[in-house]
C-alpha cells in the first residue's frame, strides 16, 4: 500500500467537499473503489463521470486499467470537464 495525495479541482472540488485528501491505496482501481466507499452517490457520480481525466503525477491517463501500481507520494488529480467561450 501506498499513501498518495488526491486533488480534486474546480466543480469536482464543490461536490466533494475538499480540495485534497489521503488516501492508502495500492492501485488506481484501489482508489475508485475507496472513493466509491467514502464519498455519497452526487459525489461519486460527479468524480467517475465519463468526461472527468484524471492525471497521475501531472501527466494524464488515457486507460484507467493500464495504470501501473502507485507509489508513496503520487498525486491523482481529478479535473473536471473544460468549458471554453
Known sequence: MAEVRVVYFAS???VVGVAEQQFEVQSLGDLLMHIRETFDCEAVRALTAENVRIAINQSLVSDIDAVPLLSAGDEIAFLPPVTGG
Open 12 to 14: 469536482l472540488r464543490e
